[in-house]
């Protein structure tokens, strides 16, 4: 690898936890109905690799991307009440995951219960919420406790999102 390779390699490496970062403020910011300026501002310090995240922020479809940009557009649909999700699959879900082992199980019973239903827009977020589920999991074996909090809090701004429609039923 050459050295500017090297070089564009740290920087995408970089933006690529930037735009993590930015696009979790962004759920909260959504939750809270809060401002997107700062977001805005550091997604576009990413250039072409933060396009897509950009576009959702902005509240747009990103098109044709395998970007995760898209499992953060769902959120933005559902909270604008575009898509909905079977509460029934959400009530025993507890946003803290203090106890990560019984949320995970929760979580999976759950989405082979939606899929055999042929729920699939609310197995797509139980299928969020146990992947995060398990990557916290995965991160307090290895020993991480506060390098771990950002997917407890991940997954808590989920969660809140989907009870916030839940409730205005």
């Given at each position: 690898?050459?050295?500017q ?11 690529s936890?930037?735009i ?46 395998l ?44 989405l ?10 609310t ?19 290895n020993?991480?406790d ?24």
């Amino acid at each position: 690898m050459s050295m500017q390779e090297n070089r564009n390699q740290t920087k995408n490496d970089g933006c690529s936890g930037r735009i993590i970062r930015a696009m979790e403020e962004f759920l909260w910011a959504l939750i809270n109905n809060g401002s997107r300026d700062d977001i805005i501002l550091e997604l576009t310090q990413c250039g072409d690799e933060a396009r897509p995240y950009l576009t959702v922020v902005n509240g747009i479809d990103p098109g044709n991307t395998l970007s995760a940009a898209l499992s953060y557009l769902q959120y933005v649909r559902y909270s604008r009440g575009e898509i909905t999700v079977n509460k029934d699959y959400l009530v025993n879900i507890n946003e803290d995951l203090s106890n990560p082992r019984d949320a995970y199980s929760i979580i999976v019973d759950n989405l082979a219960h939606a899929l055999r239903a042929q729920d699939y827009v609310t197995a797509a977020f139980l299928a969020d919420l146990a992947f995060i589920a398990r990557a916290y999991m995965l991160c307090l074996s290895n020993g991480g406790d506060k390098s771990c909090d950002w997917l407890r809090r991940s997954f808590t701004v989920r969660v809140l999102i989907l009870r916030s429609r839940i409730n205005n039923y």
